[in-house]
């Protein structure tokens, strides 16, 4: 396929706000193409969602790969840059100047955008950055009217034309079922009907369980153009990774009982982080919770599966924290989160960190295990767990059956250091992704929120070199949208010594910059703080519709994708709760 076809698909996308008219673009589009990379281009990749690899190109390569296609000079584009706010669009300008004096242009296929971006991205070595320049140029030289634009955008892995998991997902529905099941879409109305309402919701609930269970648009695409069997049964596949299951909060655990029902899971809430362990006979691979791959962070973790999980081919999720070698007591979990960005001395860095791995679910034993209820999973995990202390243990875990005998498992839990308590309904099948409520969370502080960065504010005076005010914001998941909450600038610190420094959100946040104007700029939504704030209050301020009060950065949070930030919803509720406790 040409690559200009699929740039006047993005144009359609991003020239409507209409979520049903999106649906009704790309829908029309999966119909039409089974091409595997022109199926992740639209979303905007190059590796399928399960996959850890990123691009990895700053802005400022970016930049350079302009400079080479175009012959314009570092200022010009980044005055071009400044006056359209943002790099896409300068790009545009500038190569449709120089495309304009070119007379045969080759016109340029996806597959070779693909191609390139996919090489880009698996360059490694020295002297790789000219060479990541000059494929990325190469791109740019031959890109037509409106071309470059989302070439810069695909490389800065931010499309901006509003596609959401949502949308992708009902998308493959009406592509594939909706004829069957006759469904209708009135533009003018901007109205949906479906005839077969049943088996239409059936199908949906097929290819979003299909793309929970795989993680690969792609292939889930494949799976719904043969029909709802090829979407039945879908196995996990070892080394493959899932996306984790999250936990809402409960207020406190009277309301967590409330939600997740008697008799309760009541297991500790360590303090660490979260790794999906994943072992295939010989080979085993380690992810975060963003679906990173940090084997080779954790040789310590690596070996204590191997010796000491029984069986060949699992998928297990875990807690691990850091314990401090002399006193065997929890350490803060800043101090392991040093270990997931170790690239040398890793050795050196375990002995002086140690990790006890807490098991605490398991989604696969040799088949999938995620629609078995969560107490038999427990008993598989404990079957083929041989605990070794201080290394590898299951998570403490207390049936209860009263709001009493909760409080006494999460008195017991915060005694002995960790964060809390969670709470886990005994039938629930595990769920990929979805907040659905099958476990809660219960920590004393209850109203903290977490969010991501969009946009900063350079300081004054002495802060003038670096961005001093933050402007964060939560989910939309409905969309996929930020929605802007508030602005943080205190909890920071001047010296890097003394914590998380604006000098260090600086260096974060500037290679993420796609806009700037005045004193303010706008970046890829990436870096995660946790906040705590005085109230939550109404206000026409921001997006979200709501503004935080006295806005405080509590901590950074490395370990969390601007995906996972906390919702529209989460925050209602905590205005909603807020109220309650008010009045
Ligand atoms: P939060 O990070 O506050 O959203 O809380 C959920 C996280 O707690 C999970 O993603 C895990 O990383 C962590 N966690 C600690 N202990 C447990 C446990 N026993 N069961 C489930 N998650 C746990």
């Not at 059936?202 to 069997?229: I, P, S």
């Amino acid at each position: 396929m040409k690559y200009a076809e699929l740039v006047g698909v993005y144009e359609r996308l991003e020239g409507t706000a209409k979520r049903l008219e999106k649906t009704a673009i790309l829908s029309e589009f999966l119909k039409n193409v089974s091409d595997e990379k022109v199926l992740l281009l639209v979303q905007g990749r190059v590796f399928p969602n399960w996959d850890p690899r990123e691009l990895g190109v700053a802005a400022k390569l970016l930049v350079k790969a302009v400079q080479v296609a175009t012959g314009a000079s570092l200022e010009k584009i980044e005055g071009v840059w400044m006056e359209k706010g943002d790099l896409g669009l300068a790009a545009d300008e500038l190569v449709g100047k120089k495309t304009q004096a070119t007379l045969f242009r080759e016109q340029l296929s996806c597959a070779k955008v693909f191609d390139n971006l996919r090489k880009v991205a698996e360059l490694e070595g020295e002297g790789v950055v000219d060479r990541k320049v000059q494929l990325i140029a190469e791109l740019l030289s031959s890109a037509g009217e409106g071309e470059a634009k989302y070439i810069v955008r695909t490389v800065l892995q931010e499309l901006r034309i509003g596609l959401g998991e949502g949308t992708i997902r009902d998308s493959i529905v009406w592509a594939f079922f909706g004829e069957k099941y006759g469904a209708g879409y009135d533009a003018e109305k901007n109205s949906f009907t479906v005839r077969e309402q049943d088996k239409y919701g059936a199908a949906a609930a097929l290819v979003q369980d299909a793309l929970d269970r795989l993680n690969d648009v792609v292939e889930v695409v494949q799976r719904a153009r043969q029909g709802e069997d090829a979407l039945r049964g879908v196995e996990l596949v070892p080394l493959r990774p899932v996306k984790v299951m999250l936990y809402q909060k409960a207020l406190n655990v009277a309301n967590a009982l409330e939600i997740v029902g008697v008799p309760a899971a009541a297991e500790f809430k360590y303090d660490g982080f979260r790794l999906q362990i994943h072992r295939d006979g010989d080979k085993i691979v380690l992810f975060t919770r963003r679906l990173e791959d940090v084997t080779a962070q954790f040789p310590d973790v690596v070996s204590v599966v191997r010796k000491n999980i029984k069986s060949a081919r699992v998928i297990i999720d875990a807690e691990v924290v850091g314990v401090d070698p002399v006193s065997g007591k929890y350490l803060p979990f800043q101090n392991i989160s040093q270990r997931i960005k170790r690239k040398y001395d890793i050795g050196e860095l375990a002995a002086k960190f140690p990790v006890e791995v807490n098991v605490f679910d398991i989604l696969f034993m040799e088949k999938s295990l995620i629609d078995v209820p969560f107490e038999k999973r427990r008993m598989y995990l404990k079957e083929i767990t041989e605990e070794l202390p201080g290394a590898l243990k299951l998570a403490e875990q207390t049936m209860v059956n009263t709001v009493e005998e909760g409080e006494k498992v999460y008195a017991r839990a915060l005694e002995e250091g960790n964060e809390g308590l969670m709470m886990k309904n005994v039938q629930a099948m595990y769920k990929p992704g979805s907040r659905v409520g099958f476990g809660v969370k219960v920590k004393p502080t209850m109203d903290t929120l977490e969010v991501a960065v969009v946009g900063a504010e350079w300081g004054e005076g002495k802060r003038g070199a670096w961005l001093a005010s933050f402007i964060v914001a939560v989910r939309d998941p409905e969309s996929g949208k930020f929605l802007e909450i508030g602005r943080v600038g205190t909890g920071i610190k001047e010296k890097s010594e003394e914590g998380t420094s604006f000098e260090q959100l600086t260096a974060l946040l500037l290679p993420l910059k796609t806009e700037e104007s005045g004193r303010e700029i706008r970046v890829i939504p990436k870096v995660v703080m946790e906040v705590d704030y005085e109230e939550i209050q109404a206000s026409k301020a921001y997006s979200s519709g709501f503004a935080l009060r006295f806005p405080r950065m509590v901590r950074l949070r490395e370990d969390r994708a601007a995906g996972e930030v906390s919702t529209i919803d989460d925050v209602r509720r905590l205005a909603g709760a807020q109220r309650g406790r008010d009045q």
